[in-house]
Nanobody
């Protein structure tokens, strides 16, 4: 599967953005899809994941209650709706695909990665 993330941009604190992860040569319904982010000077970290088998979702504590991951099987897209954005959400956001049945949160469990989209939140 090949992934392409899009939807990033420059917004103000408190605004919302919706990121999209488009899959090709594969279907999102058969992969666990995760969103990760990497802020300047920091390691890449887990943000959210949706399991292909159960549809269950998990979130990092830092985004829980503000971000929502969802899947549109008909469009072969996975979204990350980001509300109440904060300056600390500024990062490059990546979507990734895994064949793990559960809800992995370790990037080593994701074999396929998109190119990333920049999200910048000004305070």
């Amino acid at each position: 599967v090949q992934l392409q993330a899009s939807g990033g941009g420059l917004v103000q604190a408190g605004d919302s953005l919706r990121l999209s992860c488009a899959a090709s040569e594969g279907t999102v319904s058969t992969y666990t899809i995760g969103w990760f982010r990497q802020a300047p000077g920091k390691e890449r970290e887990f943000a959210a994941v949706i399991s292909w088998a159960s549809g269950r979702t998990y979130y990092a504590d830092s985004v829980k209650g503000r971000f929502t991951i969802s899947r549109d099987n008909a469009k072969n897209l996975v979204y990350l709706q980001m509300n109440s954005l904060k300056a600390e959400d500024t990062a490059v956001y990546y979507c990734a695909a895994s064949r793990f049945v559960g809800s992995p949160r370790d990037e080593r469990e994701f074999a396929y990665w998109g190119q990333g989209t920049q999200v910048t939140v000004s305070s």
